[in-house]
């Protein structure tokens, strides 16, 4: 893995090709925190001064809210590219520093669209239309989030496939922690597909640590997994706090609502 430099470094680098790292935040649970995360997270790099981008591959289409821009009004989406009807250059938009592959609805027509045309040419790699539009961008990029849906379909084994790192949100609940073995069920598949996909960890998210179930669940999560070395609970949590909440429904990401964020990019990429 190429070493990440600040963006104002690399220019200044003759013969260094950047090659993004590709991170997918991913849950087959709900509403566990997995856009917050893409969207501080991004922010969090940007104010880093990394060059970072989001692809938005949940046909929910909240990454456009969450920077305060209409989905309604989206003209091309990342559903355009992935049928090869547009460049990613095409539907590029820039908001607090980031640049984003926004979706909405239409992203719901690539699963349908994809098994009408199985064994055709139109789609001879249904499973590998992101990888394949990541290769457009990818030297452009420190980093790329790509924010998925809670389920296990086109979309998700297509953003899974084309990451080189994958963290999964957790919510410190009994469900929610069960809800992570099918999350990992579904990377192990990945894997088994040949992909050479890391999960770099599991992120407690929504954390009401004055709560003793959510103090006694953290707990049990980062017992449960002391056993299991290859996957790593990260020391950073993200406590439930309104102003995360807020800065999602005003479309105004700031870093300085969301500092843990800060701590958290830095924790996981061992940078300062
Ligand atoms: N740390 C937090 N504290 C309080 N509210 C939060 C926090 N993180 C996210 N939220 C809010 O909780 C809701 C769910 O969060 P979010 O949309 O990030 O989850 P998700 O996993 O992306 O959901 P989905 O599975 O539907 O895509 C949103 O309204 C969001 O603003
Ligand atoms: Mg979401």
């Not at 250059?89 to 980031?98: H, L, Y």
Request: proline share 4%.
């Amino acid at each position: 893995m190429a070493k990440h430099t600040k963006t104002t470094n690399i220019a200044n680098t003759p013969n260094t090709v950047k090659t993004a790292r590709i991170i997918s935040v991913a849950s087959q649970k709900g509403g566990v925190g997995k856009t917050a995360t893409v969207t501080n997270m991004a922010v969090g790099l940007v104010s880093l001064g990394y060059k970072t981008a989001i692809i938005d591959m949940d046909a929910q289409g909240h990454i456009a809210f969450s920077f305060g821009i209409k989905k309604i009004d989206l003209k091309k989406t990342i559903f355009d590219v992935l049928i090869g009807e547009a460049k990613m250059k095409d539907i590029k938009q820039n908001a607090f520093g980031v640049d984003l592959y926004l979706s909405n609805n239409s992203l719901s027509d690539l699963s349908p669209k994809v098994m009408a045309h199985l064994n055709s040419k139109q789609f001879p790699a249904p499973k590998y239309l992101l990888k394949n539009a990541i290769g457009q961008i990818k030297t452009q990029y420190d980093y790329i989030l790509i924010d998925t849906s809670p389920s296990n379909d086109i979309p998700t084994m297509n953003s899974l496939l084309a990451s080189t790192d994958i963290i999964i949100p957790v919510l410190p609940e009994g469900l929610s922690i069960d809800g992570i073995y099918d999350t990992l069920f579904l990377i192990k598949s990945i894997q088994e597909q040949g992909a050479k996909v890391n999960i770099l960890g599991l992120l407690p998210t929504m954390v009401q640590d004055h709560t003793n179930l959510h103090h006694v669940m953290l707990q049990e999560l980062r017992k449960r997994f002391a056993e299991t070395p290859d996957i790593k609970v990260f020391d950073t949590i993200i406590k439930r706090a309104i102003r995360h909440g807020l800065a999602q429904s005003n479309g105004e990401p700031d870093i300085k609502n969301a500092p843990e964020y800060l701590s958290f990019v830095k924790e996981v990429f061992a940078i300062a």
